[in-house]
C-alpha cells in the first residue's frame, strides 16, 4: 500500500505549529518518512502520525520554549531533524516530554514512582548534585 507521505506532512504542519513547516519535499525526505512508516504497520495510519505530532509540539524543548544555552537560540526540532532513527526512538520513549519539578538531593528519599518517573540524568542529578559534572 502507499505511503500517506502528504497526509502525514499536512499533520505536520497542523500539529507542529511552531516548527519550520517543510518547504521541500524531496528524495531524502521521502525515504526517511518510508523507513520510520515501514518500521512499524500502524504507522501507516494517519491517526498514528496526529498523536506523534500532537506529543512533539507538547514538548517545550522541542517546540523552541527553552531558553538555548549561554543565550543562544533556543533549540527547534525540524521534520528532517524528527525523522533522524535515533531521535524518532528518543520522541517515541519519552525523553522529551516535559518534566515535573525533580526532587534535588538531600530532600530524602524518592519513592519508587518518583524514581521510575526521572530520566537517568534527573536520577543521577538527584544522586550526585547537578554541580558535579560539566557539560562538555
Same mark, same amino acid.
Given at each position: +500500500?502507499?505511503?500517506?507521505?502528504?497526509?502525514?506532512?499536512?499533520? #505536520?504542519?497542523?500539529?507542529?505549529?511552531? %516548527? +519550520?513547516?517543510?518547504?521541500?519535499?524531496?528524495?531524502?525526505? *521521502?525515504?526517511?518518512?518510508?523507513?520510520?512508516?515501514?518500521? !512499524?504497520?500502524?504507522?501507516? &495510519? +494517519?491517526?498514528?502520525? *496526529? @498523536?506523534?505530532?500532537? !506529543?512533539?509540539?507538547?514538548?517545550?524543548? %522541542?517546540?523552541? /520554549?527553552?531558553?538555548? /544555552?549561554?543565550? =543562544?537560540?533556543?533549540?527547534? !526540532?525540524?521534520?528532517?531533524?524528527?525523522? /533522524?532513527?535515533?531521535? #524518532?526512538?528518543?520522541?517515541?520513549? =519519552?525523553?522529551? *516530554?516535559?518534566?515535573?519539578? @525533580?526532587?534535588? /538531593?538531600?530532600?530524602? &528519599?524518592?519513592?519508587?514512582?518518583?524514581?521510575?518517573?526521572? @530520566? +537517568? *540524568?534527573?536520577?543521577?542529578?538527584?544522586? #550526585?548534585?547537578?554541580?558535579?559534572?560539566?557539560?562538555?
Amino acid at each position: +500500500p502507499a505511503i500517506p507521505e502528504q497526509a502525514i506532512v499536512d499533520l #505536520f504542519h497542523e500539529r507542529c505549529r511552531s %516548527l +519550520p513547516q517543510v518547504q521541500v519535499w524531496n528524495d531524502a525526505r *521521502k525515504r526517511a518518512l518510508r523507513s520510520r512508516v515501514q518500521e !512499524a504497520p500502524e504507522r501507516m &495510519n +494517519p491517526e498514528w502520525w *496526529k @498523536t506523534f505530532f500532537s !506529543a512533539i509540539e507538547q514538548s517545550d524543548f %522541542l517546540s523552541g /520554549r527553552v531558553p538555548g /544555552r549561554s543565550g =543562544g537560540a533556543p533549540f527547534m !526540532a525540524t521534520f528532517d531533524w524528527i525523522l /533522524r532513527p535515533s531521535n #524518532f526512538v528518543k520522541i517515541l520513549e =519519552g525523553q522529551y *516530554k516535559n518534566r515535573k519539578s @525533580t526532587p534535588k /538531593r538531600g530532600s530524602g &528519599n524518592l519513592s519508587e514512582r518518583e524514581r521510575r518517573e526521572m @530520566t +537517568p *540524568k534527573e536520577y543521577a542529578d538527584w544522586v #550526585f548534585g547537578e554541580d558535579d559534572f560539566i557539560d562538555v
